[in-house]
């Protein structure tokens, strides 16, 4: 497909458990962003990346979230030991560093993680 | 004190209204700015960028007042299918990425 690619686009899970989310950018795409989005309020930075490595890290909330993007292409988000304020729509984003400049994001529909 | 800061709204108007949004920020360092419109449980979508000298794309004006470090969007002749959340979001290095900061967003309501 032509967009960016979020899976699971819903994920219950207990407190306490282990979750991973997956991003698959725009081909080409060399900057590839998480955001966490609650009800109500705008998406919140957690990292950017720029190729294979975390530019950006300073939005991961605690040491229980962690990203990789081991080939500069797919990214996964990380959750351990889930927390019910952890619920929320995470959402990923690509975007084409260089060339217009624009900064303009492209983000996917979003993963839809419910604790209980 | 949050880097970019909107009023909720909602923001409820009927069919062929004017409508104006701001969005402060408070990193003056801060170069480039953007509006996004998300529809209700969708993503966000690019609205249009925002150019020092202001900017126009058909119903829409997008501008900037570094001074007062504000964005503004104003919608012209609304519809009822400019209802949505519109987002502002602030990136702070020039054509290199970075991390873009978004707002709360405004939530407007189109009434007919």
């Known amino acids: 497909g032509a967009g960016v690619s979020q899976t699971p686009s819903n994920k219950v899970t207990e407190k306490g458990k282990y979750v991973e989310l997956r991003c698959d950018p725009i081909s080409g795409h060399t900057a590839l962003y998480w955001y966490r989005q609650s009800l109500g309020q705008g998406p919140e930075f957690l990292i950017y990346?720029?190729?294979?490595?975390?530019?950006?890290d300073s939005g991961l909330p605690n040491d229980r979230f962690f990203a990789v993007r081991p080939e500069g292409s797919v990214s996964t988000l990380k959750i351990q030991r889930t927390e019910r304020g952890d619920s929320a729509v995470y959402l990923c984003?690509?975007?084409?560093?260089?060339?217009?400049?624009?900064?303009?994001?492209?983000f996917g529909e979003g993963s839809r993680l419910t604790v209980l | 004190r949050k880097e970019v800061e909107q009023d909720p709204g909602p923001f409820n108007v009927p069919e062929g209204a004017t409508v104006a949004f701001n969005c402060t920020y408070s990193n003056s360092a801060s170069q480039s700015f953007f509006w996004y419109r998300q529809d209700c449980r969708k993503e966000p979508k690019l609205l249009m960028s925002?150019?020092?000298s202001g900017n126009e794309d058909g119903r829409f004006t997008a501008q900037l007042n570094r001074a007062s470090q504000y964005i503004s969007l104003l919608i012209r002749d609304s519809k009822l299918s400019d209802s949505a959340t519109y987002l502002c979001?602030?990136?702070?290095?020039?054509?290199?990425?970075?991390?873009?900061?978004f707002g709360q967003g405004t939530e407007l309501s189109v009434k007919p």
């Open positions: 984003a690509s975007s084409l560093i260089g060339t217009s400049g624009t900064g303009e994001l492209f």
């Open positions: 979001a602030v990136n702070s290095l020039r054509n290199q990425g970075g991390k873009l900061i």
């Open positions: 925002v150019y020092s």
């Open positions: 990346f720029q190729g294979t490595g975390a530019a950006d």
